[in-house]
């Protein structure tokens, strides 16, 4: 290798670091988790209230979810494999958890009392 090399590796390197930096410091927390289920909303519920609640479907499926210090998770379904179960808690705006078979959808979304949603020149 010769020296442009180790620059070259170091610029994509920094590149790469700034990058990650940035993406951190423009998370931001949301305040309410969307649960759908079979592609309709079911209900929304604040994420500053420690709660659990069951979601039972018709068809005998059900999902247990729970909403602790600010987090959300699945904590419990009747689906085989458990994915959603084993996925970690989250927070932060537009992250989401999916039980595939149960068809139970958690959506992480900031304040809905924002009227300015894009700027459009």
């Known amino acids: ?15 790469a670091i700034i990058a990650l930096i940035m993406i951190q410091l423009m998370k931001s927390e ?12 079911y209900m929304r519920l604040p994420l500053d209230e420690d709660t659990t609640y069951t ?9 247990t979810i729970e909403i602790k210090n600010g987090y959300v998770r699945m904590l419990d379904a009747s689906c085989p494999q458990k994915i959603c179960v084993k996925h970690r808690r989250i927070r932060y705006n ?10 139970v959808f958690l959506w992480v979304v900031g304040d809905t009392d ?3 949603d894009a700027i459009a020149k």
């Not at 537009?94 to 068809?103: D, G, V």
């Open 114 to 116: 924002s009227e300015l």
């Open 55 to 63: 979601i039972h479907q018709d068809d005998g499926q059900w999902n």
């Open 30 to 41: 949301g305040s309410m988790v969307v649960v759908r289920v079979q592609d309709k909303e």
């Open 1 to 15: 290798m010769k020296k442009n090399d180790f620059y070259l590796v170091g610029g994509i390197l920094l590149l």
């Open 94 to 103: 537009n992250e989401s958890i999916y039980c595939n078979p149960n068809e």
